[in-house]
């Protein structure tokens, strides 16, 4: 079965800081999405990445997918509380496309 | 397009009764998805659906869930004789067909709660 451990669960910080989640499994994915999902929502797909060792900017945000595809992170700079959600890391399968979703980390950006 | 959506947004309904969604995803996709998700939790895989073909279905999926996929098109998940722990965000999702680095468009999810 695969699995995908994400850490922290919970992050609270102030306005301004730098944060790292993590997403870590023993298995390897063909690809590796990160969402974030406000309450109420569906997620939102932030990125796709798919080649191990993959470096992809968004603003503020960088993600990164571990050279061997079975660990990715996400890192913030200058959080902001508009960051403030359920980030989700999911694995991806090449033939199905079914995706294998991590517990999520809930982010909470004080001003 | 609007992208994926999702009817009814919230239904309440009585341990016992039958209940069904609706999903009508973003119309040049092939691929479907069902996934429940439960406060705090990432969602989890349910079934999915290439057009009409229903090709994979989770452990999850107990006999009382059905998905049908008629034409290709939406699509309806059924839940009979509900019971308490079915409560949660049931969420669609559709992506175009090819290799997994397609992202999926969700829903904004139907929730469930039985009493």
């Known amino acids: 079965t695969q699995l995908l451990e994400q850490s922290p669960q919970f992050l609270s910080i102030q306005e301004g800081e730098n944060l790292t989640v993590y997403c870590n499994s023993s298995s390897v994915f063909s690809s590796l999405q990160w969402y974030r999902q406000e309450p109420g929502e569906g997620p939102v797909l932030l990125v796709t990445?798919?080649?191990?060792?993959e470096v992809k900017k968004l603003k503020r945000l960088t993600f990164q997918f571990g050279d061997a595809r079975k660990d990715s992170s996400l890192h913030i700079t200058a959080a902001q509380p508009g960051d403030t959600g359920l980030y989700l890391c999911a694995g991806g399968s090449s033939n199905t496309g079914k995706l294998i979703f991590g517990q999520g980390t809930t982010l909470q950006v004080k001003p | 397009d609007t992208g994926v959506s999702q009817d009814p947004r919230h239904k309440i309904t009585k341990r016992g009764q039958n209940v069904t969604f609706r999903c009508d995803p973003i119309s040049e996709h092939n691929r479907l998805y069902w996934y429940r998700q439960t406060l705090g939790q990432g969602p989890e895989f349910l079934t999915y659906?290439?057009?009409?073909?229903?090709?994979?279905k989770s452990r999850l999926l107990s006999d009382r869930f059905s998905a049908e996929r008629p034409k290709g098109s939406f699509s309806t998940l059924e839940i009979q004789r509900t019971e308490q722990g079915d409560s949660a965000m049931y969420l669609c999702a559709s992506r175009a067909g090819g290799t997994g680095g397609n992202g999926y468009t969700f829903g904004s999810g139907t929730r469930l709660t039985v009493v």
């Open positions: 659906f290439q057009n009409e073909a229903q090709l994979e």
């Open positions: 990445v798919v080649t191990g060792g």
